[in-house]
């Protein structure tokens, strides 16, 4: 039992350096962060499933959907050309909370009455606000760092609480790379907006 529980610890660990590096790429606009990221969501469906996790294993296979997605909508866009970052219009604001609220109902009734989870309410309210941020990240919406950074705070102590304490170290990093990513995308706008009213 020890000898799993020390194999765990250390694909925790691996799972954060990738993803570590993954969320740093995308700090900085680089669209080669899925790439780390797809390892980093691998190796984290192993753990959450030996921890019970279940929301949070239908949360990483969405996210290597939505990583592979995003990979090809950051580097070609719907022009074939690389889609700049933009703020969420109102319909994506609209689609973002209907991805909540119905993951979270969805998932809370599946994890409480289909599973052995004994935080079914908790899982399900990181993952809803997950599942909308990681939609609003492939579509190189500003947003997404809001929306993670919320999944973020809820995840923290519930990572406590399952005792995944590298996971829950990484979780505080993330949580405030995305403050930190906000700003930076928020620069990286307003220079793109000062270039074309130069060249205007």
């Known amino acids: 039992m020890e000898d799993f529980f020390t ?7 691996l799972g954060t350096a990738f993803g570590v590096i993954q969320v740093l790429m995308a700090r900085k606009n680089n669209v080669h962060n899925y790439l780390f990221g797809i390892v980093s969501i691998l190796i984290s469906i192993w ?13 990483s296979f969405y996210y290597l959907i939505m990583s592979i997605y995003g990979w090809f909508f950051w580097k070609f866009g719907k022009q074939k050309k690389e889609s700049p970052i933009s703020y969420a219009n109102k319909t994506e604001y609209l689609k973002a909370f209907g991805i909540v609220l119905t993951c979270f109902v969805f998932m809370s009734y ?91």
Request: hydrophobic letters at 50%.
């Open 110 to 200: 599946w994890l409480k009455f289909h599973t052995n989870s004994d935080v079914p309410l908790w899982d399900a309210g990181v993952s809803a606000f997950a599942w909308a941020g990681m939609w609003l990240m492939a579509k190189r919406k500003m947003e997404n760092w809001i929306f993670l950074n919320i999944s973020n705070a809820i995840s923290i102590p519930l990572l406590f609480y399952k005792e995944l304490y590298i996971y829950a170290g990484l979780t505080i990093f993330l949580f405030v790379i995305g403050t930190s990513g906000y700003l930076k995308w928020r620069k990286i706008i307003q220079n793109d907006k000062r270039t074309r009213f130069a060249k205007a």
């Open 7 to 13: 194999k765990l610890i250390w694909l925790q660990a």
């Open 47 to 59: 753990v959450h499933y030996q921890s019970k996790l279940y929301a949070d294993i239908l949360l």
